[in-house]
């Protein structure tokens, strides 16, 4: 359609239906006439969005490499570049390469990030075109009171939609499920987001909304769109399950999220293995309904929460199926999947990353609580005591080093007194007052005092790592006993 001009204010969602049809001069039984169809394609022309003038990957690697924060990048690196030229030309014996090495750093930096921002663009361009083909070409109207089949671009304002559900034309509902269904089998969890206006006087501010057992509406919401997001798997893990797999051990997945979601991720990551199929991927494969497929052909499972019954019939999935996913999943259930499985004899680890996973984890014969943020945030606290605690011996306590940095580095302060008022001169020799208690130091050491803070940090940060590895490797066991292979 011909975009207007000017942009009117919508307020087609504030009306009634009757006022709304009023405004559209249609009606709900018989729709819009011929006359009116035609007048209204003259006016607003067909329903297709113009597609836009392609552009060449050489301007779209164009526009990343110098558009928008790129420009300050190069910006930065032209700096850098200069003040090394400037300070190598004027011979000065403080000048450091340092300058050329940041901005050689930042070139690496800005280049990596620009081939990596292309080959995501480049990437959610293809998905989109994917979708759109998913989109339906045909559509139901009401016209002139009959229902006629009409292609999509043939519609108008005014059009009376029928949408239900088991009609045997696409529509939208249909797409919205299609869509959804095809973007959880990528793995990528999808998201949908409608509105409804609630009374203010039924649900006043502070109103504490149930998820659980609903205490608000649920029905004839309106629907905004959809979201999707992913969270791919590390590279290790697919190579990780499959020797686990072959070991013996039997990996079974239970998660939060929708079965369609959980069952891409467990097949990116080979808890699913290639060639295993579910009731459902047989009854795909054959085109029949699920209920006609032998349950003994399949050999791999996906159970939704509300599906799952008492401790039986879970006995019973652990021996039947040896690759199962558990979807949509609360903490009761992921501990009573955890005890189902040592009925059997097995010895159980869990791997849980959060405080749903708090009863599994519990019921575990062995419990793997992931927590790489806060084994982080230890490291980074160990590096900042290692940096204060040398920089302290110097005399400069923590709440003294705020904006010491600039009178430290610069050329108008001679005298830089630290915590216990020493000084430290800008001289070339060394000199020790023994009357007055004062030591003064060069500026030379203090550079050095800088380094040393910095090699501290970063060395106790590398042991802290190391150890972390050590003991994860090793656990209880020596390091000469387990080794590191």
Not at 354 to 369: C, G
Not at 402 to 410: A, G, M, N, V
């Amino acid at each position: 359609m011909k975009v207007p001009e000017q942009t009117a204010e919508i307020d087609d969602h504030r009306l009634n239906l009757a006022d709304l049809y009023q405004r559209y001069n249609t009606d709900r039984d018989t729709g819009l006439t011929d006359a009116q169809v035609k007048e209204l394609l003259i006016r607003d022309g067909p329903n297709i969005l113009s597609q836009p003038k392609p552009i060449s990957k050489s301007v779209k690697l164009y526009r990343h490499l110098f558009g928008g924060f790129s420009l300050v990048f190069w910006i930065c690196v032209i700096i850098y570049f200069i003040m090394y030229g400037f300070s190598t030309a004027t011979h000065d014996e403080n000048a450091s390469i340092s300058y050329l090495w940041l901005g050689i750093m930042l070139i690496i930096e800005e280049l990596a990030i620009v081939f990596f921002s292309y080959y995501q663009e480049s990437k959610s361009s293809s998905t989109m075109a994917s979708i759109t083909k998913m989109a339906s070409q045909q559509i139901l109207v009401i016209r002139n009171g009959e229902k006629n089949q009409i292609n999509t671009e043939d519609l108008v304002v005014g059009d009376i939609i029928e949408v239900k559900s088991g009609d045997s034309i696409p529509d939208w509902r249909n797409q919205f499920n299609n869509a959804y269904l095809e973007l959880g089998k990528l793995g990528e969890r999808a998201l949908g987001f409608c509105e409804l206006q609630l009374s203010s006087s039924e649900y006043p501010y502070g109103y504490s909304f149930n998820i659980n057992e609903y205490n608000f509406p649920v029905n004839n919401l309106r629907f905004l769109g959809l979201m999707a997001m992913i969270n791919p798997p590390k590279v290790a893990v697919p190579n990780t399950i499959m020797n686990c797999r072959s070991a013996g051990i039997k990996v079974i997945m239970f998660t939060g999220d929708h079965p369609c979601t959980a069952k891409g991720t467990a097949r990116a990551t080979n808890i699913i293995s290639e060639g295993s199929e579910t009731i459902e991927d047989i009854a795909e494969r054959l085109g029949t309904s699920p209920e006609s497929v032998n349950p003994n052909d399949a050999k791999a499972c996906v159970i939704h929460g509300n599906d799952l019954g008492g401790p039986a019939e879970i006995d019973e999935l652990l021996r039947d199926y040896t690759e199962i996913v558990f979807a949509r999943t609360d903490p009761k259930q992921k501990a009573c999947i955890v005890e189902a499985c040592q009925r059997q004899g097995a010895i159980v680890t869990m791997i849980g990353n959060s405080i749903s996973d708090s009863p599994a984890l519990q019921q575990a014969d062995v419990r793997i609580a992931m927590a790489y943020g806060l084994i982080g945030l230890l490291q980074v606290a160990a590096g900042f005591l290692a940096y204060f605690l040398a920089i302290t011996e110097n005399g400069f306590l923590p709440s003294h080093l705020f904006d010491l940095r600039k009178l430290s580095e610069s050329e108008d302060v001679n005298n830089l007194r630290n915590s216990y008022d020493q000084e430290w001169v800008r001289s070339s020799s060394f000199i020790y007052l023994k009357q007055n208690l004062f030591f003064f130091k060069t500026d030379e050491q203090r550079k050095q005092l800088n380094l040393t803070c910095y090699t501290a940090f970063f060395m106790t940060v590398s042991i802290c790592q190391l150890a972390t590895l050590i003991v994860f490797k090793t656990r209880r066991n020596s390091i000469m006993q387990q080794g590191m292979k």
